[in-house]
């Protein structure tokens, strides 16, 4: 890529752009593409004129970071939406849950650069994170899935006793199927196989919160129509 001339920033936007770069960078390359020098020679200033907006390398990884929780909380708040049609409460309460996950994973799938940026640096959530360069988002996602979790305990579906260290079950299975298929074995599966697999694995933890309780659910039901 050409770099864009150093005229373009005179006017106080040469810290965004700079992060533009970054995240066009991190998507193609990842955490390690992120370089202050190359990033300064891209959009076509000196790499001092980089250092007047961020102290160092680490300080421009926590800023994509935020950009990239931004994006991830979006994509499940996209999910949760749908999961929210629900009438039924339980079944609304279980929904959210797999929608959670879902969403997650589509963040992970659609942005792998951006992703293996996040977890490199994960950052402070938007909305505590004061008046950080990120923007606001609304929850952290780790947040979210304990707002289903806590869901699922007040309709009765999941046991309290179950409960204790539940989101990390969840994030744990979930972010392990995410990484399996951004850069692992199964980086290389049909897209059909991919989500039938997360189906599965979405509905297998969906079975497994039902048995503390001795709830009766219906196969196909968790991702039946809305």
Do not use: K
């Not at 988002?137 to 179950?162: H, K, S, T, W």
């Not at 990390?168 to 692992?184: D, K, N, P, R, Y």
């Not at 991919?194 to 297998?204: I, K």
């Amino acid at each position: 890529m050409s770099p864009r001339p150093a005229a373009s920033y005179h006017h106080g936007n040469l810290r965004e752009a700079l992060i533009e770069a970054a995240i066009d960078v991190a998507r193609e390359r990842g955490p390690d593409g992120l370089a202050l020098r190359d990033l300064a020679r891209r959009v076509g200033v000196s790499h001092n004129a980089a250092y007047r907006h961020f102290a160092d390398r680490d300080a421009l990884v926590d800023e994509v970071a935020g950009r990239g929780l931004v994006a991830l909380t979006g994509a499940m708040q996209a999910r949760l939406a749908v999961a929210d049609r629900v009438a039924d409460p339980v079944l609304r309460a279980r929904r959210r849950l797999g929608a959670a996950g879902h969403g997650y994973v589509d963040f992970a799938l659609a942005e792998p650069g951006l992703f293996r940026v996040l977890f490199t640096a994960y950052p402070t959530a938007p909305d505590r994170a004061g008046a950080g360069g990120a923007g606001g988002a609304g929850q952290d996602p780790f947040e979210m899935l304990n707002a289903c979790l806590d869901d699922l305990v007040a309709v009765g579906f999941l046991a309290p006793a179950a409960r204790l260290h539940a989101e990390i079950t969840c994030w744990s299975t979930v972010h392990g199927f995410a990484v399996l298929h951004v850069e692992g074995p199964m980086r290389t599966a049909p897209p059909l196989d991919r989500e039938a697999a997360l189906v599965a694995t979405l509905t297998a933890i969906d079975r497994g919160y039902a048995a503390s309780t001795g709830a009766v659910v219906t196969a196909g039901e968790l991702f039946g129509d809305q």
